[in-house]
């Protein structure tokens, strides 16, 4: 089993940065593939980004040249730094990690179903 704790969202003005922290425990985050997943206020949950084993990385195209995701090893951590934020931005922030996979799609990967952990979500309010 694993658990996921989310932590870093906030406040933030527009242009702004944040980054957000996913502390993994059960498995080590280089062993698992691990996304970042958003929702919005009468919107449906929507791909940000993920991690897969390899060290790849699969992005949506929303955030592309905003938003990447890194993994710190030592601390079983893995970080989502936002950069130039937007209020459409403004969401509440979920981790989730796969345990098993083999050699899955890239598009399998930007589907929510895909993962079986979840953290609690952290807020991330961009204003103007």
């Known amino acids: 089993q694993v658990q996921l704790v989310e932590s870093g969202g906030g406040l933030v003005q527009a242009g702004g940065s944040l980054r957000l922290s996913c502390a993994a425990s059960g498995r080590t985050v280089s062993s698992i593939a691990m996304g970042w997943f958003r929702q919005a206020p009468g919107k449906e949950r929507e791909f940000v980004v993920a991690?897969?084993?390899?060290?790849?990385?699969y992005t949506a195209d929303s955030v592309k040249g905003r938003c990447t995701i890194s993994r710190d090893n030592a601390k079983n951590t893995v970080y989502l730094q936002m950069n130039s934020l937007k209020p459409e931005d403004t969401a509440v922030y979920y981790c989730a990690a796969r345990t098993t996979s083999i050699a899955y799609s890239a598009a399998y990967w930007t589907r929510g179903g895909s993962y079986e952990y979840w953290g609690q979500g952290t807020q991330v309010t961009v204003s103007s």
């Open positions: 991690i897969i084993r390899s060290g790849d990385t």
